[in-house]
């Protein structure tokens, strides 16, 4: 049972209405948003060899440039999710696609840090509602125990993007040139939108509605709650970690330490792609069957540090390759180390039910949205943070740093969400 379970009296669990195949087809489209976003966002990690010297600029400044997805994407999670409890999600859904189709043809012509940095903030802010849209779908249409399965769904389909962003983006670097990739997901943006608007239906939220400013300053609140806090926590280092490491340096890793080329690369970073793809429907089919998400959570967490830090170890003058008398950790450990990483962080669906059961079912929508608001700015600050780590240090201290700070913070969320220190519902 989770801490904020032990703060609420037991209800009867209600009775699970059968899922129609409208709402089915709804959520899979929106969420094919979602899988547009983690292409987008996991480009660089193939091409930032290529894109830096055609940029002007080193591959360090290109990562520090691609952390601006990041903030940008943390920073439209309040507005976000104040306009999905105002608007239609159809409505919001379509805006969002337009600013993808803009913001990936302002990278695709690119021609130097500024315009590729303005690409970055408009992706950033056109994908910011991509997640949540689906989210937002399933939390009001289904009941609790389907949403804790469905948001695994969502996050497993959602994650599918980043296959795209593995070995098929590889052969469309080599042959095509990284600016294809971009054109290619601008492409996607008008199918999808087109797909929207034909199958998602316009349903407006009913109720009395507050004050703009209110219904924002009310997510920051929810955000730093007592019940909420310690989740809040793990969310800000969970998934930036899955990103940070498959969206920047895991590409490098591969081919200037362990030197693969880019094709060999990609089919590594493929199979780490299918662990973050088939992780989060796991997590909804333990949520279903567990009752002790927090401790899970923190298990989880805690050992995939420990496997992050045995990468970077196994680096060639490292501790653990002296140890085994080797100039560095084979290849195939390494993949089976980020395998297994990518598969034990991708369980964000348990965060989200976390969340969910921690307030009141009119501020889930909010709630939901200061969680992603912490996901993607972990995400923002651990780019920014491990991109000079990785300039001064090199990248195995980037994986040392990365491995500190997730024990660090799935010791705080397991402290912070003890029973005695959760009230009862906001």
Request: glycine share 8%.
């Amino acid at each position: 049972m989770t801490s904020a379970e032990t703060s609420l009296p037991s209800k009867p669990e209600p009775i699970e209405a059968p899922v129609s195949a409208a709402l089915i087809a709804a959520l899979l489209i929106l969420t094919c948003g979602h899988v547009l976003s983690n292409m987008l966002r996991t480009t660089p990690a193939l091409a930032i060899d290529v894109m830096a010297p055609d940029l002007g600029v080193t591959p360090q400044t290109l990562a520090a440039l691609t952390s601006t997805y990041h903030f940008f994407f943390a920073m439209l999670q309040i507005p976000i999710g104040v306009a999905l409890d105002r608007y239609s999600i159809r409505s919001v859904s379509l805006v969002l696609f337009a600013g993808t189709l803009v913001g990936a043809a302002i990278a695709a012509f690119s021609t130097g840090p500024v315009s590729f940095f303005v690409s970055q903030a408009t992706i950033g802010m056109a994908t910011s509602g991509m997640l949540m849209c689906p989210m937002t779908l399933a939390a009001k249409r289904l009941a609790p125990a389907q949403f804790g399965m469905w948001s695994g769904i969502i996050l497993s389909f959602g994650n599918s993007g980043l296959l795209l962003s593995a070995s098929p983006l590889a052969f469309i670097v080599e042959n095509f040139g990284w600016r294809a990739g971009y054109w290619t997901a601008a492409a996607a943006a008008v199918v999808v939108a087109v797909l929207v608007t034909v199958i998602v239906p316009v349903a407006r939220p009913e109720g009395e509605q507050r004050a703009l400013a209110a219904e924002m300053a009310s997510v920051l609140r929810l955000g730093v709650s007592r019940a909420v806090r310690g989740i809040i926590i793990l969310a800000f280092v969970s998934l930036a970690m899955q990103l940070v490491l498959r969206g920047l340096w895991a590409g490098p890793w591969l081919m200037t330490i362990k030197g693969l080329s880019r094709i060999e690369a990609g089919h590594v970073l493929l199979l780490f792609t299918l662990a973050l793809v088939v992780a989060p429907a796991v997590a909804g089919i333990i949520d279903r069957k567990l009752a002790h998400r927090r401790v899970v959570l923190l298990t989880l967490h805690l050992v995939a540090a420990v496997l992050l830090l045995t990468m970077a170890l196994g680096a060639p003058g490292y501790p653990l390759a002296v140890l085994l008398g080797v100039p560095l950790l084979p290849v195939a450990i390494d993949s089976v180390l980020l395998v297994t990483f990518g598969f034990l962080v991708s369980m964000q669906p348990l965060i989200y039910a976390m969340v969910r059961q921690a307030v009141a079912p009119e501020n889930i929508g909010k709630a939901l949205s200061a969680a992603n608001l912490a996901f993607f700015l972990g995400t923002a600050v651990m780019q920014s943070i491990t991109s000079p780590v990785a300039a001064y240090w090199g990248l195995p201290a980037v994986l040392i740093v990365m491995a500190g700070c997730l024990a660090v913070g799935a010791l705080i969320f397991f402290a912070l969400t003890r029973p005695s220190a959760v009230r009862a519902r906001v």
